[in-house]
Each structure stands twice: as structure tokens, then as C-alpha cells.
């Protein structure tokens, strides 16, 4: 249940960033640093996220669905 919650909130996290660089995108006009900032941040979390999927499935905590 644990990992569950991290993943959800790691998502929530993402598209919370990707949202406020494109507010910062908006108000700055493409001209400052924070839109670059808020997407390195989401770069950050994405790979974040896709070592904790990595790890869960390595240590059985995200169990194999066959086919």
C-alpha cells in the first residue's frame, strides 16, 4: 500500500510541475528561468517515479500479471 501512495503522489507531484511551467511560461513571456526550472524538476520526478516502478518490481512488491 505504501508504494501505491508514492506513486500517486509522485504523479500528482509531475503534473503539478508541468502545470506551473506553463503558467510561468505564460506569465514570463519565455523570457525567464523558472519555466526551464519547473521542467527540470519534472524530469526529476518522472525519473524518480519510473525507479521506484523499477525497484518495486525488482523487490516483489509489484507483482508479475501473466498474460
Known amino acids: 500500500m505504501l508504494i501505491k501512495t508514492g506513486i500517486i503522489i509522485l504523479l500528482v507531484l509531475i ?17 525567464g528561468e523558472r519555466t526551464a526550472r519547473a521542467l527540470t524538476i519534472r524530469i526529476s520526478l518522472s525519473i524518480l517515479l519510473f525507479v521506484l516502478l523499477m525497484l518495486g518490481f525488482y523487490f516483489g512488491v509489484i507483482p508479475e500479471r501473466g498474460l
Open 15 to 31: 503534473i503539478a510541475s508541468l502545470f506551473s511551467a506553463l503558467t510561468f511560461l505564460y506569465k514570463d513571456k519565455g523570457q
